[in-house]
């Protein structure tokens, strides 16, 4: 056998050095932007993400609910394909279907409404704002919006009156699809609005421009289309059936693909890789892996994979060290993978992003990965956690739960990412099917986590991922000063 001489080691083992922390080093500045595809040396990636998390293809992870939240939120999730191709198409459409402030249509809300009858719509649709109209139905004059906000603020007061919480439209003012963001904002201006409703040529009510779109868009004065434009969405495909999943998915809208597998490193990859670029070329992206070593990065990035996934047995739910023997320490993998990535730019001027997979525990995990190289990180556990995961929340002794379990096991069956050709079916089990402390919502969450992520890199001295790959300062650690990095030595007040 061949030997790697080094140890295979964990995100555990290491931690950060801080660098000098200039005065414009704030977490404000510090900018999260990642590409999610190949490009060529001067150009910018056809997509990529504001926030560099993407959701795990798995059952428990990723359907329409969290992958809208996710890109609202800037990152992007793969709808899980251990599914028939018609339950995945329906799911990406779903998402690519959804727009930030579209209205529901004949709601029979009308102002006297109280907060709980708006609330209870909102749950049940899952849009962000609701508009109100007079008489309930969609033939009705707008009075008003209600928005996430609203609620949240109103909590206690369920039986008031919607109108009480609204926005208020006081005179009848509505934008025209296809006005420019200049003109949208003069009438929000002229009329003291704090949004604008916008209506199409049968005057249905398409979707709401708020002033804060126009804050955020200021610089940029394009067409308001640029301000609600489609979420982007992801999609996991399997080396079997994809000369059917590939063209429904694309048709259905999303915006990338991956090959989902246990071990990437297969003529089953490669194949597939080839068989789609030959039939659409650079129109359509997908990733592949997952691989843990530069030989397996190579042979998928020939095939034509314009990302790479990365990490084998690393993942929270995964059995695949002890049943197969097969992996290596997520952190050995990524720096191995990233040296890789590295070396094929300078000699080909392509950049191929890489994605760390699984086994991230704590959030200063994420800085360590995007240092050690990986262009974005791919979570299972994480997202499993909030109210959008797909699975049940449960209460267990004292705590609430959620369900979380692997695509390798008997619960998943997910045949097809452990595939090694033969039989259709699950052999044995690579997965574990496990519950995980329930967490609240995606969006509070992931708000604290980039809050923390932002302040490690200040910490460090860096205003973007890119400075932390370059200039970032990483050591390893040993076990005893593992223990000196938490409380010691000390009798803890309060255990509970
Ligand atoms: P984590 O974020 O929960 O630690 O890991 C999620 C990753 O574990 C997934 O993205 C996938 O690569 C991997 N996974 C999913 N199912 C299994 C399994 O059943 C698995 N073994 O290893």
Redesign the pocket.
């Known amino acids: 056998a061949q030997y790697f001489n080094e140890v295979s080691r964990t995100f555990n083992e290491y931690l950060l050095i801080p660098g000098l922390t200039t005065k414009e080093c704030t977490p404000n500045n510090v900018s999260l932007k990642a590409p999610l595809v190949k490009y060529r040396k001067g150009e910018t990636p056809s997509l990529e993400l504001n926030v560099p998390f993407v959701s ?3 059952q428990s992870v990723s359907d329409h609910n969290l992958a809208i939240e996710l890109a609202r939120n800037g990152g992007l999730s793969f709808i899980f394909g251990s599914q028939p191709i018609d339950s995945q198409v329906d799911m990406v459409r779903r998402v690519k279907k959804f727009k930030s402030g579209f209205v529901v249509s004949d709601s029979n809300l009308t102002p006297e409404h109280t907060l709980a009858d708006i609330i209870a719509l909102k749950r049940k649709t899952g849009h962000s704002t609701v508009g109100i109209t007079d008489d309930g139905t969609s033939n009705g004059v707008l009075m008003g919006v209600v928005t996430g906000r609203d609620y949240r603020i109103s909590r206690d007061s369920l039986d008031k009156p919607v109108k009480d919480f609204m926005t208020p439209f006081t005179n009848l003012v509505v934008g025209k699809l296809g006005i420019t963001l200049n003109e949208a904002n003069d009438i929000i201006w002229d009329n003291k609005l704090n949004s604008l409703p916008i209506i199409d040529e049968n005057r249905k009510l398409q979707y709401f421009v708020f002033r804060k779109d126009y804050d955020d868009h200021k610089e940029n004065p394009n067409e308001l289309s640029d301000i609600n434009k489609k979420l982007m969405v992801g999609a996991g495909i399997n080396t079997r059936d994809f000369k059917e999943r590939v063209p429904a998915l694309i048709e259905a809208g999303a915006d990338v693909l991956c090959i ?1 597998s ?1 071990d990437g490193f297969s003529e089953w990859q490669g194949e597939t890789l080839q068989y789609i670029k030959k039939t659409y070329g650079e129109d359509v992206k997908v990733g592949a892996g ?1 691989v843990v070593d530069k030989e397996g990065f190579r042979y998928l990035v020939e095939a034509g994979a314009d990302f790479v ?1 990365v ?1 084998i ?8 060290r002890e049943t197969k023997g097969i992996g290596r320490g997520q952190a050995t993998a990524l720096i191995e993978v990233a040296e890789a990535r590295d070396e094929y730019f300078r000699e080909t001027g392509i950049y191929i992003p890489i994605s760390s ?5 704590h959030d200063y995990h994420m800085v360590l990965a995007l240092a050690m190289g990986a262009d974005f990180l ?5 997202f ?1 956690r909030f109210d959008e995961s797909p699975t049940r929340k449960l209460k267990v002794g004292n705590n609430y739960v959620k369900e ?6 008997n619960r ?1 069956r ?1 045949w097809q ?1 452990y595939d090694m050709g033969g039989s259709e079916n699950l052999k044995f ?4 099917d496990s519950y995980v402390p329930y967490a609240g919502k995606l969006k509070d969450n992931l708000d604290i986590t980039l809050g923390k992520i932002k302040s490690t890199m200040c910490s460090c001295g860096v205003l973007s991922v890119k400075e932390l790959q370059e200039n970032g300062k990483v050591t390893l650690v040993s076990s005893t000063s593992i223990v000196e990095g938490g409380a010691h030595d000390v009798i803890l007040k309060d255990q509970s």
């Not at 047995?313 to 695949?320: D, P």
């Not at 791919?378 to 994480?382: D, P």
């Not at 089990?429 to 574990?432: K, L, T, Y």
């Open positions: 795990a293809i798995m989902d246990s997952n996934k990490g047995g690393g993942g929270s739910i995964c059995i695949t997979d699984g086994g991230i525990v791919m979570m299972g556990r994480y499993a979380y379990w692997g695509e390798g096991s998943a997910n990412r089990e690579e997965g574990v």
